[in-house]
């Protein structure tokens, strides 16, 4: 970063220089545990590059940088304030739609609709599930003019994963039945040109997301079954060699989301088996996803400790892990405020009413 930041002051007044930094920053930043810091200062290099750039004149340079600007925004919102980041990041996308037309720019036009797509998918996650959900499958049916399987196969498996999400967002809210189908009928679609030894960060991506939606999906139906398609679908991702050492971030995804799984299916097959397994993932996201440079990753993991150690205080121990359930409730209490999150608040807030049924007051 220190290098970074030297050669921004070298080449502040050269707006294709400031470009490349904020692109390789954002390339450093997607796979580094300091990945706030390298956001941020691309956002900072990017929005340097454009107050040069003119859309008269350089639209193509204009475009490319509102790209890579919503790309940088997209991010941060993953880490931090995501209403404001994401709503940056689609008013940046928007801004490169000004150039990118389906005429004249047709690849470019269906890979920024694929990049709205992950944002509206993200911002539903916090505001507006619906709206914001179906927006996001009208950007990907946008990409999908241009792009098909035969021509551009990792693009379309990137279009189909992020529909795949989309329908997993918009299954938290209504029809989950239905939309989780439409879910895994996207994932199974995006997984056709892909294998583990010729693209094992999509193979990761898309086993991760599909497993994220057999959890959604076993509260609808088959909760034990559901739970086990998500854990083998977990357990594919790990198998991208070299993981945890290349991709730590990565790796404490799939852990976290094993330590949400294993808490919905100890909630229905109770026994220390699944408690155990379950809070072993979650140490090992809490490896990574600090409360500093991962606060919202943070909370969702303490959400997950409480529920098991919850369940297990209906096993052994009653008065320990009770206790040890009401600490990581209030911990993730420290970042999901209700002003700030009041959907995870209130999820929090429920879990915690549900302890009290199990260890009074």
């Known amino acids: 970063m220190a290098n970074m930041k030297e ?13 490349l930094l904020g692109k390789k920053a954002i390339e450093i930043g997607k796979i580094d545990v300091s990945e706030k810091e390298y956001m941020i ?29 919503g790309l940088a925004y997209f991010c941060l919102g993953v880490l931090e304030d995501r209403v404001e980041n994401c709503k940056m990041s689609i008013n940046a996308y928007n801004e490169a739609l000004r ?16 990049e709205l797509m992950a944002v509206y998918s993200s911002l539903a996650e916090v505001e507006n599930k619906v709206k914001n959900s179906e927006m996001a499958i009208e950007a990907g049916r946008e990409a999908l003019k241009i792009i098909t399987m035969e021509e551009y196969p990792v693009e379309y498996a990137r279009i189909q ?22 879910s895994i009928e996207a994932f199974s679609e995006a997984l056709k040109p892909i294998s583990i030894e010729k693209y094992p960060i999509y193979y ?16 609808a139906e088959d909760k034990v079954g559901n739970c086990k398609r998500a854990i083998e679908s977990f357990e594919d991702a790990l198998k991208v060699e070299g993981l945890k050492e290349k991709y730590p971030k990565f790796y404490a995804l799939v852990q976290l989301n094993l330590g949400g799984v294993y808490s919905v299916l100890a909630s229905v097959e109770k026994g220390l088996e699944n408690c155990e ?76 009413g549900k302890l009290r049924d199990v260890c009074g007051d």
């Open 161 to 182: 994963g992020n529909i795949g999400n989309a329908y997993e967002v918009l299954a938290e809210a209504e029809n989950r039945k239905e939309n989780c189908i439409k």
């Open 99 to 114: 150039v990118w037309t389906i005429n004249k720019h047709p690849f470019e036009y269906a890979s920024a609709h694929n």
């Open 7 to 19: 050669m921004f002051n070298i080449f502040n007044d050269e707006p294709d220089a400031l470009m």
């Open 204 to 219: 990761f991506k898309l086993k991760m997301n599909l497993g994220i939606t057999y959890t959604t999906f076993s509260d």
């Open 277 to 352: 397994k379950g809070l072993s993932a979650c140490q090992e996201a809490l490896r990574v996803f600090t409360l500093t440079e991962f606060p919202i990753q943070y909370a969702k993991i303490y959400i997950d400790v409480g529920i098991l150690y919850r369940i297990l205080a209906t096993i052994e121990n009653r008065e320990e892990n009770c206790g040890k359930a009401k600490d990581a409730f209030n911990e993730a209490l420290h970042v999901f405020t209700e002003d700030a999150y009041p959907e995870y608040y209130n999820n929090v807030m429920s879990n915690i």
């Open 41 to 69: 200062f691309a956002v900072e290099a990017l929005r340097k590059a454009l107050d040069l750039y003119n859309f008269d004149n350089h639209p193509v340079q204009y475009a490319t940088a509102q790209n890579h600007l």
